[in-house]
Nanobody, 113 residues
Framework: QVQVVESGGGLVQAGGSLRLSCAVS????????MGWYRQAPGNERELVAR???????IYADSVKGRFTISRDNAKNTVYLQMNSLKPEDTAVYYCKISYSNYWGQGTQVTVSS
């Protein structure tokens, strides 16, 4: 059974930092690309960052230079380090196994101004 579980969301002031974690089980994590997405109220879900099995990364233009995606294959976990947070980063953040329909339940990130 595949499980994708996010954690680490919360309330932070603008300029602050948060680190999201996504623990995965039930798949060959080492060989899987992983992605972080977010969805703000009234908006479509959008890709924030993605990391391949060999560690190559891509980022949405809106988060480049502020967010960093990484992975720890020994822990079957992918991370999203978010720095210099802005109010417009407020959203529910989701983790997804790329090329699959496996999503986590989401974790709320709220950035106050």
């Amino acid at each position: 059974q595949v499980q994708v579980v996010e954690s680490g969301g919360g309330l932070v002031q603008a300029g602050g930092s948060l680190r999201l974690s996504c623990a995965v089980s039930g798949i060959a994590f080492r060989g899987s690309a992983m992605g972080w997405y977010r969805q703000a109220p009234g908006n479509e879900r959008e890709l924030v960052a993605r990391i391949t099995s060999i560690g190559s990364t891509i980022y949405a233009d809106s988060v480049k230079g502020r967010f960093t995606i990484s992975r720890d294959n020994a822990k079957n976990t992918v991370y999203l380090q978010m720095n210099s947070l802005k109010p417009e980063d407020t959203a529910v953040y989701y983790c997804k196994i790329s090329y699959s329909n496996y999503w986590g339940q989401g974790t709320q990130v709220t950035v106050s101004s």
